[in-house]
């Protein structure tokens, strides 16, 4: 079996989301969605998120593509996840180019997709601050 894991937020779902789900399926039979805490997302990233953590992860558990969600508490459990999951792919957006090539090293295939450029929950949240379309 192979088993692919991605990392985010996943806070105002939208079709590009389910678009980087779908692709990361795609690379294997299993797929780990880390869904980052809302303690993480405040305290190191320094984002509010609409929906809460067990929100979203209702959420990502009704996708066909998710096979198990599991919380991400930090960025240094990356490295751990691998082993713990026996993961054999890391997938996650380009705009991550480079910063995770170092868990190759312990065995894991790294891959950068191309995120679905007309959309992000920033964009969608400034459109509705600016009441925009």
């Known amino acids: 079996m192979r088993r692919v894991i991605t990392y985010g937020t996943f806070d105002l ?3 590009g989301h389910i678009n980087l789900l779908r692709r990361a399926k ?5 797929l780990i969605v880390a869904l980052s805490t809302d303690e993480f ?3 190191m990233k320094g984002k509010r998120c609409y ?3 067990s929100e979203r992860r209702q959420l990502l558990e009704a996708i066909r593509y998710v096979d198990l969600v599991v919380p991400e508490k930090n960025w240094e459990q990356k490295r751990s996840d691998v082993h713990q999951y026996h993961v054999d792919v890391f997938v996650i957006g380009d705009d991550w ?3 995770f090539d170092f868990l190759e090293e312990e065995g894991c295939e790294v891959l950068y ?6 959309v992000s929950t920033t964009r ?3 459109d509705l601050t600016e009441g925009a379309k």
């Open 97 to 99: 180019e480079g910063k």
């Open 41 to 43: 997302n405040w305290d």
């Open 13 to 15: 779902l939208h079709y």
């Open 51 to 53: 929906f809460s953590y």
């Open 124 to 126: 969608i949240k400034r």
């Open 113 to 118: 997709l191309s995120r679905t450029p007309e």
């Open 26 to 30: 795609q690379q294997g039979d299993y």
